[in-house]
């Protein structure tokens, strides 16, 4: 699907802020409002997956966030992914090639919770491998196509 710059441009000032009301848009970007609104349903549930926001975890008391790779047994696969998806502290969940099957991005109150985690997963199958890395500080965090201003210059050409 090839996308207009115009599109491109809406979903940036979108991806900036999704709350952004659409005569401010309308005004920023000289496209009309009604524009911007059959724009925005068109691409919704296609382009734009869903609106939603981005949480400060750790003002909720949740303390650790770690990147977590996980190698199952072949036999096990099913049952890992289930738990993972039905797990609470599972933020992202991806399926991976290479040495691991998932990739997980899970968010904790503790350590403790953490290795409460660990041992559920144990005990839903065999895990041949798990690699856990802490995350210590987000340098940038959901910023592709966030840049309205370089966006906007695309568009006009």
Known sequence: MEIKKKDLLILS???KNSRISLTTMSRKTGIPISTLYDKIKMHQGK????FTSIIDFKKLGYDIKANILIKTHFYDIEKIQSFLEKCFNVNNLQVINNHY???????????QELEEFKKKLFEKGKIEAIDIYFIVDELKKEKLLEETELIKTLAEN
């Open 47 to 50: 382009i734009i997956k869903k």
């Open 101 to 111: 099957n998932f990739f997980v991005e899970g968010i904790f109150r503790d350590i």
């Open 13 to 15: 000032f979108l991806r």
